[in-house]
Nanobody, 118 residues
Framework: QVTLVESGGGLVHPGGSLRLSCAAT????????MSWYRQAPREQRELVAT???????HYVDSVAGRFTISRDNAKDILYLQMDILRPEDTAVYYC????????????WGRGTEVTVSS
């Protein structure tokens, strides 16, 4: 069983930065496709960014150029560097893993809250 634990959320002013982390309890982290999702109040959960096991990255248009997803396979940690934050980035951010020996729809963390406000 894999556990994903997010951290790094908080309150930040517009234009500021935060770095989210997701620690995975698994020895085969490097086999997983990892993603960050977010869910704003009264909105559906949306995909923010994905990084494949080969470190290929993909971003939703609204964060491209501002957010950077990365992974450290030696430490089993996923990151999301968020720069030039906007109020509309306010949401709970979730880490997601998909890959071998996981459920078909993947595994989720419990989320970390990000609030962008002046």
């Amino acid at each position: 069983q894999v556990t994903l634990v997010e951290s790094g959320g908080g309150l930040v002013h517009p234009g500021g930065s935060l770095r989210l982390s997701c620690a995975a309890t698994t020895a085969i982290f490097h086999h997983y496709t990892m993603s960050w999702y977010r869910q704003a109040p009264r909105e559906q959960r949306e995909l923010v960014a994905t990084i494949t096991k080969d470190s290929e990255t993909h971003y939703v248009d609204s964060v491209a150029g501002r957010f950077t997803i990365s992974r450290d396979n030696a430490k089993d940690i996923l990151y999301l560097q968020m720069d030039i934050l906007r109020p509309e980035d306010t949401a709970v951010y979730y880490c997601h893993a998909k890959g071998p020996w996981l459920p078909m729809d993947g595994t989720w963390g419990r989320g970390t809250e990000v609030t962008v406000s002046s």
